[in-house]
């Protein structure tokens, strides 16, 4: 079991990205995802958020809002809790965002996020953000391909987009 942090930092309508594309043995290769990553030994989910985002894009986060804990479960990798986040108050410069050594950063406005290559449950959660939703508790299961096989939401089965 792994415990990780994603965080969705806004600004003018816009979500900041992260194009993994510079580890060829990267899981998430390809795709676009929030900032964020694993907690170090001792890290409690918020400090983890904190010091992922400063690493990742330099921005310093103010306040951090916990949105959502999403379950990931694929074989052959251990299954992962992820603490979703959002924030809109940071401060500082962001790096040069070619030198993110996971990928590229790029601001994207939300009505394109959904064009862009991503994990098919990634569009769930951030579906979630973007209506407002509170608080949720979200599992995606996932076959050894990638493929999405299974999403449950607050204990309920979704009914997957096929």
Known sequence: MRNTTLCYLEQNG????????KKQADENHGKWIGVGGKFEEGESPEECAVREVYEETG????????RGIVTFVMEPYTTEYMFLYTSGDF???LSDP????????RWIEKERLFDLPMWEGDRIFLRLLMEGRPFFSLKLCYDAEGGLTGAVLDGNTLPLNR
């Open 91 to 93: 401060a500082g410069e």
């Open 59 to 66: 921005l310093r986060v103010k306040s951090l809002h916990l």
């Open 14 to 21: 816009k979500l900041l990205m992260l194009y993994r594309n």
């Open 98 to 105: 070619d030198s993110c050594p996971e990928g590229v950063l």
